[in-house]
């Protein structure tokens, strides 16, 4: 059950897009849309951003966008904003025998 | 108001067994599609999914930690423990527990965490 491959870092100006990949496998990412983004803060626990490839909570704001091909998929940030620093995890659900994998994380950094 | 609160040791000691309890509000773990899951974070490092419980008493485990691992459900008490066998040091952590449900596949509330540390 390895995790998800993201990149550990990625950065843009503020009002500037930023996209972070997420690498799974046919038996997760590729095999179900259920992959999902959390934003993490320090010091807090992880918050749901993006939920079943693309679709968006209540609550989040519409710069948040996902998408996925294949065994990949990408969370975009639009208009990016100083509170949007954070770390951002992929998951997705991995079947019955596995059942669930976290991403590796990525640090976004708001230049 | 869904809430879930995580409470156990704060130190353990290497080659105990820890046990943690997670206390949540607002949803019954009865009602079908409800689950509860126990996910952790070593300091600075990434999520870790651990165990998960459903409904109907299903229980789910991480491949590479299944056999150190206990998931139950206390359905009247709005409880759920995981215990977690030989614990070392690598396992120092803040675990989570979060509700997820079978319809959704995602993680909707979380609790705030409890920091774990295994030493001597």
């Known amino acids: 059950q390895s995790a998800l491959t993201q990149p550990p870092s990625a950065s843009g100006s503020p009002g500037q897009s930023v996209t972070i990949s997420c690498t799974g496998t046919?038996?997760?990412?590729?095999?179900?849309?259920?992959v999902s983004w959390y934003q993490q803060h320090p010091g807090k626990a992880p918050k749901l951003m993006i939920y079943?490839?693309?679709k968006r909570p209540s609550g989040v704001p519409d710069r948040f966008s996902g998408s996925k091909s294949g065994n990949t998929a990408s969370l975009t940030v639009s208009g990016l904003q100083a509170e949007d620093e954070a770390d951002y995890y992929c998951?997705?659900?991995?079947?019955?025998?596995?059942?669930?994998?976290f991403g590796t994380g990525t640090k976004v950094t708001v230049l | 108001q869904v809430t879930l609160r995580e409470s156990g040791p704060a130190l353990v000691k290497p080659t105990q067994t820890l046990t943690l309890t997670c206390t949540f509000s607002?949803?019954?773990?009865?009602?079908?599609?409800?689950?509860v899951s126990w996910i952790r974070q070593p300091p600075g490092k990434a999520l870790e999914w651990l165990a998960l419980?459903?409904?109907?008493?299903?229980?789910y485990y991480s491949t590479s930690l299944k056999t150190r691992l206990t998931i139950s459900k206390d359905t009247s008490k709005n409880q759920v423990v995981l215990t977690m066998t030989n614990m070392d040091p690598v396992d120092t952590a803040t675990y989570y527990c979060?509700?997820?449900?079978?319809?959704?596949?995602?993680?909707?509330?979380w609790g705030q965490g409890t920091l774990v540390t295994v030493s001597s």
């Open positions: 419980i459903d409904w109907d008493d299903d229980k």
């Open positions: 607002g949803f019954s773990l009865s009602t079908s599609g409800m689950c």
């Open positions: 979060a509700r997820f449900r079978v319809e959704t596949y995602y993680f909707d509330y």
């Open positions: 998951s997705s659900y991995a079947g019955s025998n596995n059942f669930y994998v």
């Open positions: 079943e490839v693309s």
């Open positions: 046919s038996s997760d990412v590729g095999g179900y849309n259920y």
